[in-house]
């Protein structure tokens, strides 16, 4: 059974600096395209940062030059280190893995961390 765990979520004081890590089990993780999306209450879930099998990263305006993310296909994890944090960027973050095949969509979620951004 496919499993995507996210790790490294809390509280932090605006400016601060948290790593979130999703490790993934039971796929073949290298041919995956890897996201972290979030969503803050009573807002939709939104792309945060990407990174394609390929390792071509893509971002969110709002988190550029903030956020990095990166993957480790020997650990079969992603990351998703995240600087100058601010207080809307207070939301729970998922993990996802998608694969496009020529006649399928695999697409696997985590369940999420929370990330809180407050003095």
């Known amino acids: 059974q496919v499993q995507l765990v996210e790790s490294g979520g809390g509280l932090v004081q605006p400016g601060g600096s948290l790593t979130l890590s999703c490790a993934a089990s039971?796929?073949?993780?290298?041919?995956?395209?890897m996201g972290w999306y979030r969503q803050a209450p009573g807002k939709q879930r939104e792309l945060v940062a990407s990174?394609?099998?390929?390792?071509?990263?893509n971002y969110a305006d709002s988190v550029k030059g903030r956020f990095t993310i990166s993957r480790d296909n020997a650990k079969n994890t992603v990351y998703l280190q995240m600087l100058s944090l601010k207080p809307e960027d207070t939301a729970v973050y998922y993990c996802?893995?998608?694969?496009?095949?020529?006649?399928?969509?695999?697409?696997?979620w985590g369940r999420g961390t929370q990330v809180t951004v407050s003095s």
């Open positions: 996802n893995a998608r694969f496009s095949g020529r006649r399928s969509t695999y697409d696997y």
């Open positions: 039971e796929i073949t993780f290298g041919i995956y395209d």
């Open positions: 990174i394609t099998s390929g390792d071509n990263p």
